[in-house]
């Protein structure tokens, strides 16, 4: 092998602790292996900013960052931002915060303009996540059913139009609806200003995912009002080689969702191998995490 020019190390096979060195201008691999694994996952993430699979990229960081490990984030935030550009991976936390969590001061400090990408991913994998939250599943749930036109009113009158605007996808009301919202949230002090700029800033990119809910559920009282212990401090060292390209994991078999083909078929054989199961809220999915997943019976689409 020509050693002297492998400069790469790429995981040798999912979930290892073994690395094989790779030189992916020259596509070379140790591992002697014609078209191996290795260079075809490194050179389309290396060298084609993940062309064909940068999905995985960015699924790999949406796991890690809810089974809260910070390397491996901080490892797939690096390569995102390869992909993507700099601003890509803080600007996908901020995005799916209120997926993942309903912690309102986490989003504060994900907005924050002075925050760094490393203290953004050590907060963001300390906040309690709402697979965890059986309250939130059920808040969700009620809030689904309204938005799907099958589920009772809400209690809360402007919390019922938000339900219905979001079924309507009327934009004009929607923006409406959530100005009385915030400021409604802001009167009964469920909402500080701080917390008002991060909706604010949310609803401007329009990359949302489930800050109507949020509202919607402080406003009818659907979440306790305290889903989240106080956050932590992490302090997770990361050691270079896992943020300065010089080190490539491969996937996690958790990160395979419906957006591959692989994915889908771990997800068949998961069904196959759990009679009666479905990819619900708080499921143990494994290999695929499909923890937060929108309830099965009804979608074809079953969540991140
Ligand atoms: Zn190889």
């Known amino acids: 092998m020509h050693e002297d020019n492998l400069g790469m190390r790429v995981q040798a096979t999912e979930g290892s602790l073994e690395f094989v060195d790779c030189d992916v201008e020259r596509g070379i691999c140790a591992c002697g292996v014609p078209r191996c694994v290795h260079l075809e ?57 209120s997926e993942e969590t309903a912690d309102l001061d986490l989003g504060v400090r994900l907005h924050r303009p002075s925050v760094t990408l490393a203290e953004a991913i050590a907060h963001f994998c ?3 996540k709402v697979w965890a939250l059986p309250a939130w599943w059920t808040a969700f749930q009620v809030w689904q059913e309204r938005v799907e036109g099958v589920g009772p009113r809400l209690r809360h009158k402007l919390a019922d139009r938000l339900a219905r605007a979001q079924a309507k996808g009327d934009p004009v009301k929607l923006a409406h609806l959530r100005i009385a919202a915030l400021a409604e949230l802001t009167e009964r002090r469920l909402l500080t200003s701080a ?23 402080l406003l009818a009282d659907l979440l306790p009002t305290q889903v989240n212990p106080p956050l932590q401090n992490p302090r997770t060292r990361v050691a ?7 080190t490539l994991r491969l996937p996690p078999a958790y990160a395979y969702d419906y957006h591959s083909r692989a994915g889908l078929a771990r997800m ?9 199961g479905e990819f619900t809220f708080g499921v143990d999915t494994s290999p695929v ?11 074809r689409n079953p969540g991140k």
């Open 41 to 97: 996952w490194a050179s389309d993430v290396v060298l084609f900013r993940g062309k064909r699979s940068r999905w995985l990229v960015l699924s790999s960081l949406h796991k890690e960052l809810r089974r809260g490990d910070v390397v491996a984030a901080r490892h797939w935030a690096s390569w995102l931002a390869h992909c993507d550009g700099p601003d890509a991976p803080l600007g996908y936390l901020r995005k799916v915060w």
């Open 126 to 128: 300390a906040a309690s």
């Open 195 to 217: 917390h008002v700029v991060v909706f604010q800033a949310r609803f401007a990119t329009e990359r949302l995912e489930n800050e109507d809910f949020l509202l919607a559920a």
């Open 240 to 246: 270079r080689h896992w943020t300065n390209g010089s």
């Open 268 to 276: 068949r054989a998961w069904l196959e191998h759990n009679p009666g």
């Open 289 to 299: 995490d499909l923890r937060w997943a929108r309830p099965a019976p009804k979608s």
